[in-house]
């Protein structure tokens, strides 16, 4: 260093000034090129760190069947952003015709950018991008440290709406079809079923999900018998052993314009549950009331709805009442309804072999029961046991 030093002097004459301006050139020269060299080793350290402390997960709306999702998730950061640390809040609009009648969703939205979040008391970073291809779509990349992925876990488990591989629950209200969760059911295997009815619902079932698709558009299932014999427990079994999610249709809240609605906005693949049919008008009596502000539900709108020009398309419709010989011949008729099964009681055998499997103890029963009476049988049992019951589910 020295003898550069000199040899700038001996080049500059001994100019102090024009040997400070060479040294400080030449010094700036070297650190640049330093700089230059060891330029991607911060970056490079700061991108090994994070890997190893953050779990990150992606999300995006490059294709129809994620965009829900990813407007939910969106949807959530917004309500749990931390002011001062996030970026602008938006507005999305998307279409989903599943869910929409005219097909357009609105729903609020987090801007471009990094967004920090708290989610059960743990902090968060989401960051919303937009990634350039030839159909442009944005991503949602979620950071937390490795030691909340837990909290990560848990954060997607609040859209299991959206996410969760378990049949989805859905019921209309007024105009359009709301999201209930999931299914958490074990499916037939929680329900005590006389052995005949069971295998022959089954049968039924099974040939319609096995089936040609081109041949059969939709199976029409009713179910009929005394309160309390499990007919909507049956219904909920249905879907979670043929994995369809459950559109659940009250026609009490319904007219003939916003039944079709309901109708032609359930997606191929789906259960539709109309319960009680016997307890509205229009499908006891072809008489309605006219009213130019409260429409009437009628009989035909009823009929054009599940048989109109629309189809239900690979769907599994069942309903259930307590009184088929109050229900219009025309609702029932064969060709409209397929399958008609009346739900029995539980035979004597069938309860005390169920009560030996699941127990372990003897039960001599003598006479058959209602579903409900086997759930509440069941119910002390477990407590008398100290056995876990599994539920029986809704009974109806």
């Known amino acids: 260093m020295n003898e550069l030093l000199l040899q700038v002097r001996t080049l500059t004459n001994g100019d102090p000034l024009l040997t400070a301006v060479i040294v400080g050139v030449l010094t700036l020269t070297l650190s640049g090129l330093v700089g ?15 890997s190893l402390l953050l779990i990150r997960l992606t999300i995006d709306d490059s294709q129809q069947v994620r965009t829900e999702v990813f407007n939910k998730l969106s949807f959530l950061i917004s309500n749990t952003t931390v002011p001062l640390f996030s970026r602008s809040i938006s507005e999305a609009v998307y279409f989903d015709y599943s869910a929409s009648y005219d097909g357009l969703i609105s729903v609020k939205s987090i801007g471009y950018g990094m967004h920090v979040f708290k989610y059960h008391d743990c902090f968060m970073l989401a960051t919303r991008s937009k990634v350039d291809s030839t159909m442009p779509y944005d991503t ?13 876990y848990s954060f997607l488990e609040d859209v299991r709406g959206d996410i969760s591989t378990e049949p989805k629950v859905n019921i209309f209200e007024e105009t359009e079809w709301c999201r209930y969760g999931t299914l958490k059911s074990s499916g037939f295997r929680e329900l005590v079923l006389d052995g005949g009815f069971k295998q022959e619902l089954l049968r039924e079932v099974g040939n319609f999900a096995s089936r040609d698709k ?11 018998g005394r309160t309390g014999t499990g007919k909507t427990g049956i219904a909920r079994a249905l879907a979670v052993e043929y994995d369809r999610d459950l559109y659940i249709l009250n026609l009490s809240t ?15 693949g789906a259960m539709l549950l109309i319960e009680d049919c016997d307890c509205v008008k229009a499908t006891v009596s072809r008489a309605a009331e006219s009213n130019v502000d409260n429409p009437p539900l ?5 009929l054009n709805a599940l048989d109109g020009v629309i189809p239900l398309e690979d769907c599994l419709v069942v309903m259930t009442t307590n009184h088929l010989e109050s229900l219009d011949p025309a ?16 035979s004597a055998k069938q309860i005390n072999e169920d ?3 699941r127990f372990g103890a003897v039960i001599n029963r ?13 119910r002390r049992a477990s407590l008398r046991y100290g056995v876990c019951c599994k539920p029986l589910g809704l009974l109806g």
Not at 298 to 302: A, D, S
Not at 331 to 346: M, Y
């Open 36 to 50: 230059y060299m060891l330029k991607g080793i911060p970056s490079k350290m700061l991108s090994l760190v994070s």
């Open 140 to 152: 949602i990349t979620i950071a937390v440290p490795w030691w909340s992925k837990d909290k990560l």
């Open 214 to 224: 081109s041949v059969v558009s939709k199976l029409t299932l009713l179910l009929h």
């Open 254 to 268: 319904v007219n003939d314009v916003t039944v079709h609605k309901a109708i032609r906005k359930i997606p191929p």
């Open 298 to 302: 009628t009989l035909g709108g009823v």
């Open 331 to 346: 609702l029932i008729r064969k060709g409209r309804v397929d399958v008609s099964i009346e739900v029995p009681l539980i």
């Open 355 to 357: 009560y030996q499997d």
């Open 366 to 378: 003598t006479e058959p029961m209602l579903g409900c009476e086997v759930y509440e049988l069941h």
